[in-house]
């Protein structure tokens, strides 16, 4: 799967929508791109806290500390991968 995918669905997952329907809008591939980190950054680091509120016992601060400290998007896709290991 694309990484501009994965990006996507680990938003829509989060907030259970459809693209394009969470509550920031960012949920599409088509945002997940360096001009829009910040925006990618704020959008994964609130979706993990979304699945942490949803009974994820995990240290939700180290994830999102490695997303805001990401200095691409390669790093946020290795912390969402990561991250989804404990969604299983």
Do not use: W
Request: hydrophobic share 50%; glycine share 4%; aromatic share 10%.
């Amino acid at each position: 799967m694309e990484d501009e995918m994965i990006y996507e669905l680990f938003i829509r997952h989060a907030f259970d929508v459809e693209a394009n329907d969470d509550p920031g809008r960012l949920a599409n591939a088509g945002y997940f791109k360096i001009s829009l980190i910040s925006q990618v950054k704020a959008a994964v680091a609130y979706a993990m806290n979304v699945y942490a509120k949803n009974g994820l016992t995990i240290d939700i601060e180290l994830y999102v500390e490695r997303v805001i400290d990401a200095q691409n998007l390669s790093d946020i896709i290795a912390v969402i991968k990561e991250f989804q290991s404990h969604l299983h």
